[in-house]
């Protein structure tokens, strides 16, 4: 089915006719390994927000990727400040993807996976207290959960004095959890790549210059550059790119 403004795929095997959402999952399907893919969108001069916000810059072609990508994967991570900021609210897939997931083998809705050091959060929020699964929480040893976070949430414990992220996959890997979709933030980003911890990179370009001022999609301390080969190339008609890029 298409629905919506068309996607085409440009590199390789640039196809004229727009694809349906078949095909695309096809392009943005599961492993047989385990993986962490990194999602983001982007202006076209680099900034990761329009007026603190991401969704300034999404459109139609990304949110119907974004979707797709919820769709296929065990669990979706999520730093907590990221959690807070863009207010998210309890992890759900329309019937028909329910339904694709189902009829691969999977529980109807990805697990949320939340990263914080710190346990600031707030149990009674949409993303926790409306959850269909049961989220997990990754900290540390010496973080304190708050009031009520471990009746809507499994708190698991890797590492001591900050998150240990490679211990955290680990255990995810250890409940079944090897597809995680990563939706940020920059910092947990940066983090992973430090950890040389990102399989696959999706990024959509807006065509949009956001000017000087925001983030980019990655922060904190600086790492090697590390090469990710671009794996697909989309553009919807209009204008936006959608870049894969993957390790072999």
């Not at 990805?110 to 993303?127: H, I, R, W, Y």
């Not at 090697?224 to 008609?237: F, I, K, N, Q, S």
Request: aromatic share 4%.
């Amino acid at each position: 089915m298409t629905v919506g403004i068309p996607i085409r795929r440009l590199w390789p095997e640039p196809s004229a006719e727009p694809l349906d959402d078949a095909t695309l999952t096809a392009l943005y399907g599961r492993a047989d390994q385990p993986r962490l893919r990194v999602n983001f969108v982007s202006s076209l001069d680099g900034a990761v927000t329009v007026e603190g916000y991401s969704a300034g810059l999404s459109g139609e072609p990304d949110k119907r990727v974004f979707g797709l990508l919820r769709m296929v994967c065990d669990a979706l991570v999520v730093a907590a400040g990221t959690l807070r900021h863009e207010g998210y609210r309890a992890v759900r897939l329309d019937e028909r993807r329910r339904a694709w997931r189902q009829a691969n083998g999977l529980a109807a809705y990805p697990t949320l996976v939340v990263v914080s050091g710190a346990l600031d959060l707030d149990p009674a929020q949409s993303a926790f207290a409306d959850a269909p699964v049961r989220p997990i929480v990754l900290t540390h040893a010496d973080a304190d959960p708050p009031p009520g976070l471990t009746d809507v949430a499994d708190v698991l414990r890797c590492g001591t004095g900050r998150v240990d992220l490679a211990a955290a996959l680990g255990a995810l890997h250890g409940r079944g959890l090897t597809q995680l979709l990563c939706e940020g933030g920059p910092h947990l980003f940066g983090a992973l790549a430090a950890a040389d911890l990102v399989d696959e990179l999706c990024l959509t370009v807006a065509p949009l210059l956001a000017g000087p001022g925001p983030g980019r999609i990655t922060a904190g301390a600086a790492i090697p550059p590390r090469h990710l080969p671009l794996r697909h190339v989309l553009a919807a008609d209009d204008g936006v790119l959608l870049l894969r890029h993957a390790r072999g």
